[in-house]
């Protein structure tokens, strides 16, 4: 039986070290980079009131902006504004409920038939973040006997939803089809099988062979499930994403979209075969218990996905400055993994180095991300492009960042 710690030791509550809350005060690494002036999250932006396209307002300072997923730079577009603004003062601010109950809007309705019209299903479902439309569905989708077989280098939300639920998991090296196949030749006959893959990984922006995929899980009776936050408005003939580009969109069982990137919002989405939202719509705990979009969001994200179709020219224009930039970091020695979507990772071996590259790039009024392993497999200077980027914008980021890294040393 376990006696009370204070009693035994005369402390109070909480000054020992049987306190739930010790780790956080011996969680020292924030502070460290800190300390040093190293420290890259939860930088505070600000409105974007005489903001250049491509630009934020950091602390007082417009600064051009490499790190942000509105690759089709919509989330400023007035009509899209206009629609949330809209949106509020027809519905109100918020639904109050879950969808299941009083939370359904005409607006989540409509919305769900264009997405899933929009990347070739019977149907859509629309939860509040994209994180919960990938961790809600695999932990719902899956159960006791069925095997998700993933990649390797999946987001954090898929993994967590892999996680959460009672399937087996096995994970296949990335993008490695020889690999995927042992993982598909070793499932015992009886388990059910579902092989996950993200469209465009957010990482390295390469795009996954779905052709392989497909070719490889089909004879097995595997079903398909595509995360396509990053290839949405950015890959494929109508902007559907990867599965699109390569041909695959009607075999893919499962897609999975997000809003907070090319749709200028927030909130995420599933589309598929209906029997397969409607269960969905019924025993993913995250969507039933909880609160639906608001309408504002569901407005923004029906707005930039009609401006989307409407204006093919913003994907040609985020993919001709990505593979712009591209080219120029190449012929100026940088290591830039392979790519052709809207990500431009640059290799920075050491995690120091990375993390002064940034402060100092932000000292020249330019954010990019810093991605440290082992949210990748190396250390990359994430850069995403978008559709606001110009050539000037490419050749500033060029030039300082060969500046920075002179100055700072750092081996390309
Ligand atoms: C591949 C991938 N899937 C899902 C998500 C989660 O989307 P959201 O930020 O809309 O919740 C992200 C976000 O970064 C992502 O990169």
Not at 31 to 39: K, P, R, W
Not at 235 to 247: D, I, R, V, Y
Not at 306 to 317: A, C, G, N, S
Request: proline residues 4%.
């Amino acid at each position: 039986m376990r006696v009370p710690s204070a009693e035994i030791a005369g402390k109070k509550k909480g000054s020992g070290s049987n306190d739930v809350f010790e780790k956080c005060r011996t969680f020292t690494r924030p502070g460290d980079l800190q300390s040093a002036g190293l420290y890259m999250y939860f930088e505070v932006f600000g409105d974007r009131d005489g903001c250049e396209p491509g630009e934020v307002r950091l602390g007082g300072r417009r600064v051009l902006m490499f790190g942000s997923n509105d690759y089709l730079d919509l989330i400023t577009h007035p009509q899209v504004k206009e629609a949330a603004a809209q949106a509020i003062r027809k519905y109100g601010s918020g639904c109050s409920g879950s969808r299941l109950l009083n939370g359904t809007l005409d607006l989540h309705v409509k919305l769900e038939s264009e997405l899933a019209a929009f990347v070739h299903k019977q149907a859509a479902i629309i939860f509040g973040t994209g994180f919960q439309a990938n961790y809600a569905t695999l932990s719902a989708l899956t159960e006791k006997g069925d095997v998700m077989i993933c990649d390797h280098n999946l987001h954090a939300s898929l993994v967590e939803g892999a996680l959460r639920s009672a399937a087996r998991t096995v994970r296949f090296r990335h993008n490695d089809m020889e690999h995927l196949e042992r993982c598909l030749e070793n499932c015992p006959p009886e388990e059910k099988i579902l092989v996950v893959s993200e469209g465009v990984f957010s990482m390295e922006g390469d795009i996954a062979d779905l052709r392989g995929i497909l070719k490889l899980a089909k004879p097995y009776g595997a079903r398909v499930y595509v995360d396509e936050a990053h290839g949405i408005g950015v890959l494929g003939p109508t902007g559907a994403g990867a599965a699109e580009h390569l041909g695959v969109l009607d075999d893919i069982d499962i897609v999975m979209g997000t809003f907070s990137k090319s749709l200028a919002s927030v909130g995420g989405f599933i589309a598929g075969e209906k029997a397969v939202i409607d269960y969905l719509k019924h025993t993913a705990r995250p969507f039933v218990f909880s609160a639906s979009l608001p309408a504002a969001s569901v407005a923004a994200v029906a707005t930039a996905l009609k401006i989307m179709k409407k204006e093919p020219e913003r994907q040609r224009r985020v993919l001709r400055i990505a593979g712009l930039l591209r080219e120029e970091l190449r012929n100026r020695g940088f290591s830039v993994l392979p790519g052709e979507t809207a990500i431009v990772p640059v290799v920075i071996r050491e995690e120091l180095d990375l993390c002064r590259l940034c402060k100092s790039l932000l000292e020249q009024g330019i954010y990019i991300n810093p991605v440290l392993r082992p949210a990748a497999a190396q250390n990359l200077l994430r850069i995403s492009c978008t559709a606001a980027h110009t050539e000037k914008h490419v050749d500033r980021l060029v030039t300082t960042l060969e500046k920075v890294a002179r100055a700072l040393d750092i081996e390309r």
